[in-house]
């Protein structure tokens, strides 16, 4: 599915999922609230069903000549392509040092990439659905070191970082 297809259907999901939960405040009928509820659910399951399938064939496929991303990090790793996008190693992060000015420059619109910078690695964040356009849901932009936000809200889910590639790592804008 082309990005711009992709970014309709989430659009679609999110106005039926927010009507939805509109309709549940508004209404006192605790049938009705229960009725939306379930409205709720079957959108956010077929919501991820879709995800998951698209997620699937887009890792069947490698991004040919994608920037920031090795050939390493697109066959996984030693050779292997496992369809899983493989967190990378300490010599692949080293590969590309940005600082945070440079960082802004990948902030996920007109075409650039979406890249974020938590605890001193920079993660590339482009084909995660949670950051089209390069905003997350929560507010936040790319192109910025979240680390601070990425603890407040992901405490004890670190794990969600493994699973993004990684292009390089955040120093100081500063010359010491």
Known sequence: MEENGLKEKLGDFQKEITY????????????????YENLIQSSTDRLTEELTEILSIRA???EAGRPGVSAAQEQGTEGENTGIQQPATDEQAADKVFTL???????????????????????DVTDKPAWAGGMHFAG??????????????????ENVLTQLPVVGTLVSDTIE
């Open 140 to 157: 936040l932009s790319a192109g910025k070191d979240l680390t601070a936000q990425f603890t407040s809200c992901h405490r004890g889910m």
């Open 101 to 123: 000015s440079e960082l802004a420059a990948y902030n996920g619109s007109q075409g650039n990439p979406a890249y974020v910078a938590v605890n001193g690695i920079v993660y």
């Open 60 to 62: 069947q496929e490698p």
């Open 20 to 35: 939805y939960s509109q309709m549940q405040i508004y209404t006192s009928n605790p049938y009705d609230k229960k009725y």
